[in-house]
């Protein structure tokens, strides 16, 4: 499946999500590696099959096959990560301050350029609700030289793919 039959298996209701998604498509303001892989990420991160589908076979071929391991690995982490450090920072007490005892390994080397792969764990921060991912990853993108604007972007490219596969989730299960 293409970007554009994804796009047009949205129903009508969902325009502005076919519209946002051809934009973010060619959003100028990232890398080609740093769209092609939030893309990616996110799709993975949304849990949806003809989202992930679709999404890497357009983004995929975008990437090396490190790359591509690359966003697959934030996906993944964060999937970890977000759950792990949303409790400690909303449920306060000594948590925090207690070792995780977490293998996260992939974090120190990614295999792509750090300040992607940290771009890459925002997106998926962004999707799976973690403030103190969150702001972390923003912190380092923006320290390496990430313009904000090319930060909204990369969370812009989260929100309409999580949008898009909550729109056919709801779809499947009316169908």
């Avoid at 391991?69 to 909303?90: D, E, P, Q, W």
């Avoid at 909204?152 to 793919?161: C, L």
Wanted: charged residues 20%; hydrophobic residues 45%; aromatic residues 6%.
């Amino acid at each position: 499946m293409s970007l554009e039959a994804l796009r047009n298996r949205l129903p009508e209701y969902a325009k502005d999500q076919k519209l946002n998604l051809g934009s973010l498509a060619t959003e100028p303001v990232l890398t080609e590696q740093q769209r092609a892989g939030t893309f990616i990420a996110s799709a993975l991160a949304s849990r949806n099959p003809h989202v992930i589908r679709a999404i890497v076979a357009e983004f995929g071929p975008k990437l090396s096959p490190e790359a591509l391991n690359a966003a697959k690995a934030a996906a993944s982490i964060m999937g970890m990560n977000n759950i792990y450090y949303r409790f400690t920072h909303l449920v306060h007490g000594d948590y925090a301050q207690m070792p995780a005892k977490l293998r996260m390994n992939v974090m120190a080397k990614p295999g792509v350029d750090k300040v992607d792969f940290e771009l890459w764990s925002l997106a998926v921060s962004a999707i799976n609700g973690c403030g103190m991912c969150m702001e972390s990853h923003e912190k380092v993108v923006v320290q390496h030289g990430v313009s904000k604007e090319a930060v909204q972007a990369a969370v812009r490219i989260a929100a309409v793919v999580h949008a898009v596969a909550a729109t056919l989730d709801g779809e499947d299960a009316l169908a």
